[in-house]
């Protein structure tokens, strides 16, 4: 048991006797009043009895006194009166427990016989006072009861008179209570009292003494710094104060005998070389890791010339931080930075010491951080920011010495079908060796730079026109030559923007973009060339871009308009499909077609849009259409998706919204999309086009036959129509081979259960020779070209073999 049960089991038991000490109160008390009530009970039957049994007493000096108890008459009154008057009920039973008297009239001449433990014989008897309690069916909980002898003048008893004092024992007992209440409270108040004081006066001694036991357990382990409180002046806090002063001295001796335990250790496990020199210059002290660094170890540091060991530092100990390579005796050398400090005493120069850091890592990795910050990681070529950089300097030499630099600003044609087609891995390593193409191409003081994607930039500085046109024609060479990727073939082409006399112009940013404007001044004009720069050329590039900003409205201003042209059935001509065609209503150049925007939505995600535009327009008119005309509505719309909109995850959900809204039947749409497309990423592609499949939507390969797989992808691809492209018809007539080829083309699909369509259909001997060869429908500008959907509508009054 420690100190504070012990202090609280004291508390406890003063509590306890408290507590014992009331509850005899509280029963004297009650002891008390029940005596007093029976003394009081029987004084005031006894009076009753005397005036029972000797008379009431006299008024007057001549009035005869005469005993109730021979008068029933007055005992009644006087025992009714006595009821009434003082609340005090009796009864008198003669010798024999006869009533004679009784509040209650009914009991009068009958036998008493409540008293059960014959207490009013035993008082008839021996003449002695007796109390009981009445018991009866009317009063279960009992009556208390009273009963004194009667005696006539000769000391003779003659009966007993019972009297209830139940009132008077409760009149007792309430005035009782009220004491006892007052005790009782005075005594929980007493006992709360000792055990909070014995709670708080155990509860401080203990964290006094704890604090203490924890101080001692504390030094045990080696610790000398805790201190405990030392408040008061008893014999704890004596002893308190006692533990700090000796905790106190323990500590400053510990500190003195590891004060040169922890200099040694620290000196020794420091990362960084520690050399302390003498005042001859001489090493008199080395840790380990100068031993390291400098490969020499700590034995063969001592003693020798400080000064013929660090770079630079052959004519003396200098102060400062320094930095160089250090020579080591295996002939290996490391890149350190070292500081000296000079020691001085009292103006005296005692030696010094040298700190030593091997800085070969850090700095190998600053050169390679700063290498990244400006090359691409890809091919290792400098980056933008490199060649601003040395394009900025270049136009400074320029300027100064009126050299000629050039700029050059390269776009690979083609490479986005390449990276789509086989992948990004194959289009990295095509991009790494159009890069080791271009600098084998180059001259040795030319800079080639990655700008990002697939667009490059080559500095030519001292070359004139002549020379820089010349250096173009060979990129435009080295690049247009096939390259093998992953055991494949791929052609790419690349468009060049040159700036011949760059040092004409302001900085490297304006250098920069006038040879991408150039650049794209190449593409306009069909690829796979250069073209200088000409003021011009601003003007088309802002117009380009407000080109854009229009377009970027056009979907909100209502200015895409929906073209129809009729697939038609084969051989009877008649229409039996509809491929949905977007057209531009540009308000400042007229009715636009495809070639000349979607190319530059496809760029800046506009086609996107577009797409849902086509798709929602298309379903509500070919729907309105079969409504109000189903004899000559297309049983089926194809709509073209862009291969940025089969890249959403959401595209199912944009159809069913689209089907849902204009209420057309997901049998009557067909998505077309290309083969390149599909052949992206089969696994993607396939779970993507059986999800529109699900909802009853038809899927169409277009240009089929125009991409780098083989024919097995379509047991693969989910598909229900193969269009064969235009460029498969061009040459059917006349051509034996080629009328093999789209035969077989043919036959597969149908042999596949899929729908073929042949596109480009531009004479009468094309269609006339795809009827022989069994083709089933066909579509191209000899069967109807694309139009609005109302001249559509009334052109199909006729069939549309007889346009």
Not at 404 to 429: C, P, Q, T
């Amino acid at each position: 048991m420690n100190v504070r049960q012990k202090l609280l089991g004291g508390y406890l038991l003063v509590a306890l006797l408290v507590a014992v000490t009331s509850g005899i109160s509280w029963h004297s008390a009650t002891a008390a009043a029940e005596k007093a009530a029976t003394e009081e009970a029987t004084r005031i039957a006894q009076g009753m009895a005397l005036d029972v049994t000797l008379g009431l007493p006299v008024d007057t000096e001549d009035e005869i006194v005469s005993p109730l108890y021979y008068s029933p008459r007055a005992l009644d009154n006087y025992l009714q009166r006595m009821h009434d008057v003082q609340n005090r009920d009796a009864v008198v039973v003669d010798a024999g427990e006869y009533i004679l008297g009784d509040v209650v009239k009914e009991n009068v001449g009958t036998t008493f016989d409540h008293d059960l433990d014959e207490e009013v014989g035993k008082t008839i008897a021996d003449g002695r006072s007796r109390v009981f309690v009445e018991q009866s069916v009317d009063y279960p909980a009992g009556i208390k009861q009273v009963v004194v002898p009667m005696k006539n003048k000769a000391g003779k008893t003659i009966g007993a008179i019972i009297v209830e004092y139940t009132p008077i024992y409760d009149q007792m007992m309430a005035a009782t209570r009220q004491a006892q209440y007052v005790t009782l409270i005075s005594s929980t108040v007493v006992i709360l009292l000792v055990l909070a004081l014995g709670f708080g006066f155990s509860g401080s001694l203990v964290r006094r003494i704890t604090s203490l036991t924890t101080a001692v357990r504390t030094i045990r382990t080696g610790d000398y710094t805790l201190r405990v409180p030392h408040d008061g002046s008893d014999e704890i806090g004596r002893l308190a104060r006692a533990f700090n002063s000796m905790a106190e001295q323990l500590d400053r001796s510990a500190r003195e005998i590891l004060a040169k335990e922890y200099t040694d250790s620290i000196l020794a496990g420091a990362g960084e070389g520690i050399c302390g020199v003498d005042p001859a210059g001489r090493i008199a002290f080395a840790n380990e890791a100068a031993g390291r660094i400098t490969g020499l170890g700590v034995a063969g540091l001592l003693q020798r010339e400080a000064g013929v060991l660090l770079p630079d530092a052959t004519e003396g100990l200098v102060n400062g931080t320094r930095e160089g390579r250090l020579q080591r005796p295996d002939g290996t050398s490391v890149r350190v930075e070292y500081t000296v400090s000079e020691l001085e005493k009292e103006g005296r120069r005692i030696g010094a010491v040298i700190l030593l850091r091997d800085v070969t890592r850090q700095r190998d990795l600053e050169y390679d951080l700063r290498h990244q910050a400006l090359h691409d990681g890809l091919t290792g070529l400098p980056n933008r920011k490199l060649l601003l950089d040395r394009l900025d300097h270049a136009l400074a030499r320029a300027r100064a010495s009126d050299e000629r630099i050039a700029l050059l600003y390269l776009d690979l044609d083609g490479f986005k079908r390449v990276n789509d087609s086989l992948g990004h891995n194959a289009g990295d390593l095509l991009l790494r060796t159009a890069a080791e193409r271009l600098a084998a191409v180059l001259r040795p003081q030319d800079t080639v730079a990655r700008l990002g994607g697939d667009e490059f930039a080559v500095l030519l500085e001292g070359a004139g026109t002549e020379a820089v046109e010349e250096l173009a024609r060979g990129c435009l060479e080295a690049l247009g030559r096939p390259f093998v990727v992953h055991g494949r073939e791929a052609v790419v082409t690349v468009s060049i923007g040159v700036v011949p006399d760059a040092g004409r112009f302001a900085d490297a940013d304006e250098v920069v973009r006038n040879a991408d404007v150039a650049m794209y001044a190449a593409k306009d004009l069909g690829k796979n060339r250069f073209m200088l720069f000409e003021t011009r050329m601003h003007e088309q590039l802002l117009s380009r871009l407000d080109q854009e900003n229009r377009l970027r409205e056009a979907v909100h201003r209502g200015e895409l308009r929906l073209h129809l042209q009729p697939v038609v059935a084969l051989p009877d001509g008649q229409v039996s499909g509809a491929e949905a065609l977007v057209r531009w209503q540009d308000p400042q150049r007229g009715l636009q077609q495809p070639g000349s925007f979607i190319p530059l939505a496809e760029e800046t995600g506009m086609i996107i849009e577009i797409d849902r535009w086509i798709l929602l327009e298309a379903c509500r008119t070919i729907r309105a259409w079969q409504e109000e005309n189903p004899a000559t509505a297309p049983a089926w719309v194809s709509v073209n998706l862009s291969a940025v909109h089969l890249d959403l995850p959401d595209l199912t959900d944009h159809v069913a919204y689209a089907l849902a809204t204009t209420g057309l039947s997901p049998h009557c749409l067909v998505l077309e999309l290309t083969e390149t497309v599909m052949m992206r990423d089969l696994a993607v592609t396939s779970a993507r086009l059986e999800e529109l499949r699900e909802l009853g939507v038809k899927i169409a390969i277009d240009d089929f036959g125009t991409g780098y797989s083989s024919l097995g992808y379509l047991r693969d691809i989910p598909v229900d129509v193969l269009k064969i492209d235009r460029s498969f018809i061009n040459g059917l007539v006349g051509n034996s081979r080629q009328q093999e080829l789209v035969s077989a083309i043919m036959q597969l699909g149908h042999t596949l259960g899929l729908r073929v369509v042949a596109e480009g259909v531009e004479d009468a001997d094309q269609l006339t020779l795809l009827t022989v060869m069994g083709c089933k429908y066909a579509q191209g500008y000899h069967l109807g070209r694309p139009q609005p959907p109302p001249e559509l509508r009334a052109s199909l009054t006729v069939p549309a073999l007889n346009h």
